[in-house]
């Protein structure tokens, strides 16, 4: 069991996950809402919190090979700060809104 999930089950680290679609935020496509109780999150953090990979490697893997947008501009940098309303893109076309 990981850090994260043990303080999520003592509600240390709460975090609220939904998602939904709605063709205004992100034309059509899914949009995943991730709320956060407090900001910035680093990115490697992020896609490890919302599922995308399973370890700080993979993260990085990601990050460096361009396959990640952040407000439209392609991100390389995994330790980069995200604040709230900051979207993320992935290359298969999944988005994120921090809210």
């Given at each position: 069991m990981s850090i994260i999930s043990c303080l999520r089950k003592l509600s240390l680290y709460p975090v609220k996950k939904t998602s939904y679609s709605n063709s205004r935020l992100c034309s059509g496509t899914r949009m995943n809402i991730i709320q956060i109780d407090s900001?910035?999150?680093?990115?490697?953090?992020l896609l490890k919190l919302a599922n995308v990979v399973q370890?700080?490697?993979e993260?990085?893997?990601l990050v460096?090979?361009?396959s990640i947008q952040i407000n439209g501009r392609?991100?390389?940098r995994r330790g980069r700060k995200l604040f709230k309303n900051d979207q993320l893109e992935?290359?298969?076309g999944t988005s994120y809104l921090l809210a």
């Open positions: 900001y910035p999150i680093k990115l490697g953090q370890d700080g490697f993260a990085k893997a460096q090979n361009g392609v991100e390389t992935l290359e298969d």
